[in-house]
């Protein structure tokens, strides 16, 4: 593995969100962090790669990697975007957010053209946090995570308004409260060897309608849906390497390596040692 250098990005020092205050590299190669990164194209013809996906980005469209995704800047060009980034515990300590990380992990890209109204609200609070960022305000750090929870707002309901429930016999509003439960509890459990039942009988429901609202609300299973938890999970420990890659799966849940390493090659495309390695 080639022993890349330092990403040359100067960023303020506002806690746990920074903002690019300088011109972005044409390119960087492919890495991740603990961090969401937002980046909102000021000019045509910005090429970037999340996971195995290109997106070339025309101005004014927004482009999202979120926590832990392997992302590359393809080549933009001169002062052609600007990003923010932010930790992922912004995310992490608002259970509402991670019940619905399934759907927000997946939106990566959305298009001015055919969303102007959440791009523009997005690059106008970035502007914001740029903008407080210079100031001497001692409020400055709050402001500045009240600008991220505003966009995680507006991208949460933009992704929530696109899903089909596909429900009949029961209001969306009343499943999906069982199913915001039962990610709850499965997020707060996930170490641990817990069953379907389990959550099913936390939730106050039987094992087989829980099943099903879990593949019309959450499009996966239950062992699909907690695989990915512990894998999120295994992602961080990875980035302490201290600990053995043995025993990040066992602390993320997982009970075999076997398991472990099956399960995050599906989800990352990329063997647990090799994904370590991609940590910036």
């Given at each position: ?7 040359f990005i100067k960023f303020d020092t506002v806690s746990s969100v920074s903002v690019t205050d300088v011109s972005a590299p044409g390119t960087y190669h ?79 890209y959305i298009s001015a053209q055919k969303y102007p109204e959440v791009t523009s609200y997005i690059a106008n609070s970035i502007m914001e946090i740029k ?9 400055a750090e709050t402001k500045c995570k009240l600008c991220i929870y505003n966009i995680l707002i507006k991208i949460s309901e933009h992704v929530l308004s ?119």
């Amino acid at each position: 593995m080639e022993n890349f250098g330092k990403e040359f990005i100067k960023f303020d020092t506002v806690s746990s969100v920074s903002v690019t205050d300088v011109s972005a590299p044409g390119t960087y190669h492919a890495h991740w962090h603990n961090a969401a990164e937002f980046t909102v194209a000021l000019k045509d013809s910005c090429i970037y790669r999340i996971n195995d996906e290109v997106f070339e980005l025309n101005a004014g469209d927004v482009l999202l990697a979120w926590p832990q995704q392997i992302h590359e800047t393809i080549s933009i060009p001169a002062d052609g975007a600007m990003f923010t980034q932010f930790s992922a515990v912004i995310i992490e300590n608002n259970l509402d957010l991670v019940s619905i990380s399934r759907f927000l992990y997946n939106c990566k890209y959305i298009s001015a053209q055919k969303y102007p109204e959440v791009t523009s609200y997005i690059a106008n609070s970035i502007m914001e946090i740029k903008k407080i960022h210079s100031s001497s305000d001692p409020l400055a750090e709050t402001k500045c995570k009240l600008c991220i929870y505003n966009i995680l707002i507006k991208i949460s309901e933009h992704v929530l308004s696109t899903i089909n429930y596909n429900s009949t016999d029961e209001t969306p509003d009343t499943s999906w409260n069982y199913i915001k439960a039962a990610c709850t509890y499965i997020i707060e459990n996930s170490a641990d060897d817990i069953s379907q039942k389990d959550v099913a009988d936390h939730v106050g429901l039987s094992t087989f309608y829980l099943s099903k609202l879990f593949k019309r609300y959450m499009n996966m299973s239950f062992p699909a849906y907690l695989s990915n938890i512990r894998v999120q999970a295994a992602a961080k420990l990875l980035m302490d390497k201290s600990i053995s890659i043995t025993d990040c799966a066992f602390l993320a849940g997982f009970q075999s390596t076997t398991a472990f390493n099956n399960a995050f090659h599906k989800i990352t495309g990329y063997s647990p040692r090799d994904y370590r390695k991609l940590y910036r």
